[in-house]
């Protein structure tokens, strides 16, 4: 699985999917980071989403498990193509109120079967722990996660309360950026500034 990281980093890079920018960004989290990742647009490329996927059925290999999908953009989108080219059991959770009664609801899966959770990137992981609490009050199996980007800085991925798979994290994907030269002048000390708080104690 590991193999796939450099390959994928680079996808990235090329595809614009990995900014280091001069202007800052508030993150989700609060956080003022010169550094974003989304893949809103890169899984919008059919070859891109057929990279991805890939890359997950190479881990998958023979397990047998669903897939379930937590409160963002791409979680069910990702979910539902892996499914269907897998041949795997769906399980969908609605966590907000758009839709009266609703709320908190999930939809398929298989009782006793394990889960994992699909996003594209974990950052706080919140909206995975709401997923995986709903998914195992309807009596499924063991709850884990697989994203594609582990945002995380290196000391909060101790504690999870789940288990997390992740061919990439950020960490590698700036080292890869800056090894290829995709990250170049000022970006350069954004970016190390950015690998530094990564390996640091996650304080601001």
């Known amino acids: 699985m590991m193999s796939a990281g450099p390959a994928l980093a680079e996808r990235f890079w090329q595809a614009g999917a990995v900014t280091v920018s001069a202007e800052p960004i508030t993150l989700k989290s609060g956080r003022v980071s010169h550094v974003y990742v989304s893949l809103r647009q890169f899984v919008c490329n059919p070859g891109n989403l057929k990279l991805l996927g890939d890359v997950f059925a190479l881990?998958?290999?023979?397990r047998r498990l669903a897939l379930g999908s937590v409160s963002s953009l791409l979680s069910p989108v990702?979910?539902?193509a892996f499914a269907a080219r897998c041949?795997?059991?769906?399980?969908l959770f609605r966590p907000d109120t758009s839709e009266k009664g609703l709320a908190g609801q999930v939809f398929?899966?298989?009782?006793?079967?394990p889960v994992v959770l699909l996003d594209d990137v974990l950052t706080s992981g919140g909206t995975a722990l709401a997923a995986a609490?709903?998914?195992a009050g309807q009596g499924m199996g063991d709850v884990s996660l697989y994203v594609f980007v582990d945002k995380r800085p290196t000391g909060l991925r101790q504690t999870f309360a789940l288990?997390?798979?992740?061919?990439?994290?950020?960490t590698a994907l700036l080292g890869h950026g800056l090894a290829a030269g995709h990250i170049v002048g000022p970006a350069v000390a954004f970016a190390e500034a950015e690998l530094a708080f990564l390996e640091g104690d996650a304080k601001r």
């Open 78 to 80: 990702l979910c539902g």
């Open 59 to 62: 881990w998958l290999a023979e």
């Open 87 to 91: 041949g795997l059991p769906l399980a």
């Open 133 to 135: 609490k709903a998914f």
């Open 163 to 170: 288990p997390v798979t992740a061919p990439l994290t950020l």
């Open 108 to 113: 398929g899966g298989e009782a006793g079967l």
